[in-house]
């Protein structure tokens, strides 16, 4: 059996029209639906119904070399018999995979030109062993090619009945569901008065995503979103979760909508016409940093604080010099689709920010970013820096700088961080300054004790007020630490659990407040 392979692969006939069917003899090829329709791939150019002259020597296809294992056979086909077109580029694409369609074709081109020289009794040319050989062949394999047609007949139906119900062609669906169960287990009272919310919760954030590509190179994103989780209140920003919704309600709303599309090879460009983040438009560099469904549980261990003067619609751009050297410029506006007064594109809060994010390996990755934010809230983790005291149009204008790292020690041991200091003006009255401290050190276990799995320690200091010179901002005058760690355990590839707890060491950066421990499970459901 395998003598007779051996020999169906080198015979001039059949062993190079095998060949020719490892891709089209026309350049107007058809693509298979799947290929045309997955946003991952890539189509290629195609010119449809422009054939090449008939070429007379296989050195006219420049991807055909002497050292390809079945050359003897194409250039067989091609100054033997004649039944050997390439493309307009001069290509012949021996690697590419076949429909069923060019298989005809290819065969039908082979054969017109084998009956043509019988016909015209050029029989020196096909040789009667050619023709007996093959109808040996065929009678001693029909039952090979018979099951072969029967399993290709029965993927045809089975991709046929996944292309009938799939959901769409160009857009995948996914989802998740974040169910939260938390409660301050420890500490009483904060800023005098006592801590009320002490009650275990149940919440729950729901998204349903739509990722839809129309080159396979550009993503155009929506995501619907309906969150009734609390955060704990403590009476100061200090220990907020990064999966928390804003106002407890179940209301379902369009969360984030982007298009995100190339500017070339090396360049990326992304619109975002709602909710957008300083983590859509650059890398954050921490490995904690899931947006609340995955990593950290607290808003401060999922990204540096300073990321958050920046949020709404806008634009981004990153573009990467080199697989170790990129640049990310971003611009979004919390107010663009307001007209009133102080509000607009540009006279509206804003944050424009610009990063450079460096990586010299695989294990390694730094950040240096940089954001002018205007009419933002304070970057702090205490009450003592709020606008309380302060007209409600107070406008400030900030100037934030990030250092973030990340390291992996090894394939299991990930040490990472940053550090982060805000410059706030005030823009009216008596345009004092404050400036505004963070930092943090993190140190990550990817895949311990199962694949999948993540564990995470974060220490640091939430935004501290070290010294401020605006009337109603005051400065923080002790210090606070955030003290965190989670265990995240896969249970199957669509369900992981997240124990963890927060502590809190004199909350609101004062040392009369309850030290505070926050504990939470997070289950999420993804599909």
């Not at 493309?87 to 290819?106: D, I, Q």
Request: hydrophobic share 35%; charged share 20%; proline share 3%.
């Amino acid at each position: 059996m395998r003598e007779l392979w051996k020999y169906l692969l080198v015979s001039p006939v059949f062993g190079g029209t095998l060949l020719f069917f490892s891709t089209s003899v026309y350049a107007g090829e058809i693509p298979t639906r799947s290929a045309t329709n997955n946003p991952e791939i890539k189509a290629e150019n195609l010119i449809k119904d422009q054939v090449m002259a008939q070429i007379t020597s296989v050195s006219q296809l420049s991807d055909v070399q002497p050292t390809d294992w079945a050359f003897q056979a194409l250039q067989s086909l091609v100054e033997r018999y004649g039944c050997i077109a390439g493309y307009p580029n001069s290509t012949y694409r021996g690697n590419r995979a076949l429909t069923r369609y060019e298989f005809a074709a290819g065969l039908n081109a082979c054969l017109d030109r084998v009956n043509e020289l019988i016909a015209t009794a050029t029989s020196d040319m096909v040789t009667q062993q050619d023709l007996a050989t093959l109808q040996r062949l065929q009678a001693e394999f029909s039952a090979e090619i018979a099951t072969l047609r029967g399993r290709v007949d029965s993927l045809e139906a089975r991709t046929s009945e996944l292309e009938a119900n799939q959901f769409s062609t160009t857009t995948k669906l996914q989802g998740e569901v974040v169910a939260v169960i938390s409660d301050v287990l420890r500490g009483s009272r904060v800023n005098g008065q006592n801590i009320t919310d002490r009650n275990t919760t149940l919440g729950a954030r729901t998204r349903i995503e739509f990722v839809t590509s129309f080159t396979g190179r550009d993503t155009l994103f929506t995501r619907i979103q309906a969150n009734n989780i609390f955060g704990p209140n403590l009476g100061t920003p200090e220990g907020s979760f990064a999966f928390a919704g804003e106002d407890g309600t179940t209301n379902a709303e369009i969360d984030a909508l982007f298009y995100e599309f190339p500017l070339g090879e090396k360049t990326q460009v992304i619109a975002i016409a709602n909710a957008g983040a300083a983590d859509d438009i650059t890398d954050t560099v921490n490995i904690f940093d899931g947006d609340g469904s995955t990593g950290a549980l607290s808003t401060f261990g999922t990204r540096n604080p300073i990321y958050k003067q920046m949020d709404g619609a806008g634009l981004g751009v990153t573009h990467q010099f080199s697989d170790s050297l990129g640049i990310s410029l971003g611009y979004l506006s919390g107010s663009a689709n307001d007209p009133s007064g102080q509000n607009g594109l540009f006279n509206g809060a804003y944050g424009a920010l610009a990063q450079l994010t460096i990586r010299p390996s695989d294990r390694i990755a730094l950040g240096l970013t940089y954001i002018n934010s205007y009419r933002q809230p304070l970057v702090s983790g205490s009450t003592n820096a709020t606008l309380e005291d302060l007209p409600a149009d107070t406008p400030f204008s900030s100037n934030s700088y990030g250092v973030q790292a990340s390291l992996g020690i090894s394939e299991k041991v990930v040490l990472g961080g940053w550090a982060g200091y805000t410059n706030s003006r005030s823009l009216t009255g008596d345009r004092g300054e404050a400036d505004i401290w963070n930092y943090a050190v993190t140190l990550g276990f990817p895949d311990l004790g199962k694949k999948g799995n993540l564990a995470g320690i974060i220490a640091g200091i939430e935004p501290q007020v070290r010294s401020s010179s605006i009337a109603g901002v005051n400065r923080d005058r002790d210090t606070s630490y955030h003290l965190e760690a989670f265990y995240q355990y896969r249970l199957t590839d669509n369900i992981t659990v997240t124990p963890g707890l927060i502590w809190l060491t004199s909350p609101n950066h004062d040392s009369d407040n309850d030290n505070v421990v926050i504990g939470a499970l997070r289950t999420r459901f993804n599909f």
